[in-house]
């Protein structure tokens, strides 16, 4: 078998474990926090052996950040693909909790830990692009809206009647604007 088949399979093989081992770090995070997560139960939550986690990641320090990365690489592409108020309301309502309690355990983290602080500035970023986009008068109310929203989603859920309106409030649609009563 020549040499670049044998090597694309093992990168193949090598992307996946990578995944499961992220994904597998995200379920511990959602069910124990940050601090539940060591080399040994990345490991038997992945189903690999111990020592693949730091084939793959150097520290469990990378693996947070790899995985907060991920997190972020999908909240972006989601925040680009259906950039629109009913886009966003329906991607917030629809969240599932235990993962949105882990990516925000992962982003309370990296607020505290400048290491990590990169994938908190590239989200207000990507969030700040499309908010100016939607609401180029108050984009800053947009975000803060957001940003609101989805912790609410990750405490006690919400319903997708109520993202639209506060999604709409903030942007200033619906007649609401700054000064007015909200109706």
């Known amino acids: 078998m020549p040499p670049d088949v044998i090597a694309d399979g093992r990168r193949r093989k090598g992307a996946t474990r990578r995944r499961e081992l992220l994904e597998a770090t995200l379920r511990l995070v959602a069910r124990d926090g940050v601090g539940g997560v060591s080399q040994r139960r990345v490991a038997d939550e992945a189903g690999v052996p ?23 690489d999908r909240y972006i592409a989601g925040l680009e693909a259906e950039p629109s108020l009913a886009g966003l309301a329906t991607t917030i309502a629809s969240s599932d909790r235990a993962e949105l309690i882990a990516e925000y355990d992962l982003f309370l983290l990296a607020a505290r830990r400048d290491d990590l602080r990169g994938e908190v500035d590239r989200w207000d970023a990507a969030l700040r692009a499309v908010a100016d986009r939607l609401a180029p008068e108050r984009p800053e109310v947009l975000v803060a809206a957001v940003n609101g929203l989805w912790l609410q989603a990750a405490v006690s859920g919400v319903g997708e009647d109520e993202v639209m309106r506060v999604l709409t409030g903030a942007a200033g649609a619906g007649g609401w604007r700054q000064g007015e009563s909200n109706p």
Do not use: H, Q, R
């Open 50 to 72: 111990a020592s693949a986690v730091l084939y793959y990641f150097a520290s469990v320090d990378e693996l947070l950040v790899s995985t907060l990365a991920g997190v972020n």
